[in-house]
């Protein structure tokens, strides 16, 4: 076997391992701060505030957004106070609509995920294959970041919902829903 098939089958049996992080959970990280892993390409983190939720990234399609809103069940208490999306790929804003349901929620971004231009903010990557979507199913282990990534249910712009506030620079120090944060940039209305 040559050196190159040699690390192909590995790079393949390491995949193939990685599945188990990508299992559909709900885990505790504190009190009050659950993570849903494994639901979509992004995971979403909701913390509980008074009065309400906040939810940290949101999913990369509405069908994902369900499903993840589905699993926090009763922890995620309505309304939603705040969505926060920690950078501009589509894997953690296209879920938003779902989150917000009629709550109406501050939606906070950097401000780069306004000024970029859809194929850079929110587009492919260079026009590659990043999670094997266009893989043969024989030849497809994972998306490498979540089980099936772009193969059942795409990223799109669908549930995207644009941001309320947004920053731009170092850091700016928040309260939500009695919760204090800290976040890159000072925030414009």
């Known amino acids: 076997m040559s050196a190159t098939s040699q690390n192909d089958f590995a790079g393949r049996e390491q ?19 659950f993570v849903a892993v ?17 939810i940290i990234d949101t ?7 369900r499903a ?12 939603v106070q705040a969505i926060i999306y920690t950078h501009n790929h589509p894997d953690h804003s ?6 917000a349901g009629s709550d109406a929620p501050e939606i906070y971004s950097h401000q780069i995920l306004v000024d970029a231009r859809p194929e850079l903010g929110r587009g ?4 590659g294959d990043a999670f094997g979507v266009c893989l043969p199913d024989d030849l497809f282990i994972n998306a490498g970041t979540q089980l099936e990534y772009g193969r059942k249910t795409p990223h799109t712009r669908e549930g995207f919902l644009p941001p309320t506030r947004t920053f ?16 890159p940039g000072n925030l414009d209305h």
């Open 38 to 54: 494994g639901y979509s390409a992004s995971n979403v983190t909701l913390v509980q505030g008074e009065g309400g939720s906040i």
């Open 15 to 33: 995949l193939r391992a990685s599945s188990a992080e990508f299992r559909k959970e709900v885990i505790e990280v504190t009190a009050g701060v």
């Open 168 to 183: 731009s620079g170092k850091e700016e120090a928040l309260e939500i829903a009695g919760v204090g944060t800290r976040q």
């Open 59 to 65: 999913g990369a399609n509405p069908v994902d957004a």
């Open 124 to 127: 492919p990557r260079g026009g």
């Open 94 to 99: 296209g879920g938003a609509e779902v989150f």
């Open 68 to 79: 993840i809103v589905e699993a926090f069940g009763d922890r995620m208490e309505r309304p």
